[in-house]
């Protein structure tokens, strides 16, 4: 069966430190892993997925296959960032699977 | 482009009460999802549609809950009878190829809280 795990339900940190958002999966096979992020009073929308390894709004997330980890990072983190955070996986044809979410705070 | 759109944004029932969403999704896409989300959880897929027909509804609880997308476009979302437990926010979502994968992502509206009581 396919699972997310997101560790941490909430995080904070100050303004300008480094982020890191922890997601684990389980899955056998290959995965495709997504990152989705809800700001307030908007909707769910995606922010990355580990296929296009691009960097959104200075967000990198790297597939780790042998820790079957995708966690989010940013070196610098901004009071906008601050959101519901989802981790979310899919296997080819199948709906995507989400985690709890973590709600990331960016104090100033 | 119009996004994921969905009516009403809030409702508040007596369990026991049957209760309705709307969802229109984004022109031309194929396949349109509902999910359940429980306060302080992730969304959790209710059913997925390809067009007019059901792919997947495996964690539809059947007894109370329906959904129609008659013709592969609106979609229905009902509840009936209620109860406490269903209260949640009420997610559509589309995309162009089945799972939302590839290059097409999914594509959320602003959801329906329901509220039973």
């Known amino acids: 069966a396919q699972r997310v795990t997101q560790p941490e339900k909430l995080l904070s940190v100050f303004k300008g430190a480094p982020v890191e958002l922890k997601c684990n999966y389980s899955?056998?096979?290959?995965?495709?892993l997504f990152w989705y992020v809800q700001y307030s009073r908007q909707r769910l929308q995606l922010l990355l997925r580990?296929?296009s390894r691009e960097s959104i709004k200075g967000f990198t997330a790297d597939l780790n296959k042998g820790e079957t980890s995708f966690h989010l990072k940013k070196p610098f983190a901004q009071e906008e960032d601050s959101a519901m955070y989802y981790c979310?996986?899919?296997?080819?044809?199948?709906?995507?699977?989400f985690g709890k979410g973590t709600r990331l705070s960016v104090i100033a | 482009e119009a996004g994921v759109a969905q009516s009403p944004r809030y409702k508040i029932i007596e369990k026991r009460q049957s209760v309705a969403f709307w969802c229109n999704p984004i022109?031309?896409?194929?396949?349109l999802y509902w999910y359940q989300q429980i306060l302080g959880q992730g969304p959790k897929l209710l059913i997925q549609?390809?067009?007019?027909?059901?792919?997947?509804d495996s964690q539809l609880p059947k007894d109370r809950f329906s959904a129609e997308r008659l013709k592969g476009v609106d979609s229905t979302l009902k509840i009936q009878p209620a109860k406490l437990e269903d209260s949640a926010v009420y997610l559509c979502?589309?995309?162009?190829?089945?799972?939302?994968?590839?290059?097409?992502?999914?594509?959320f509206g602003n959801g329906t809280r329901l509220t039973v009581t």
């Open positions: 979502a589309s995309s162009l190829p089945i799972g939302g994968t590839r290059n097409s992502p999914l594509h």
């Open positions: 899955y056998s096979g290959s995965p495709e």
């Open positions: 580990h296929i």
């Open positions: 979310a996986l899919s296997s080819g044809n199948t709906p995507l699977v």
């Open positions: 022109s031309g896409h194929a396949t």
């Open positions: 549609f390809q067009n007019n027909g059901v792919v997947d």
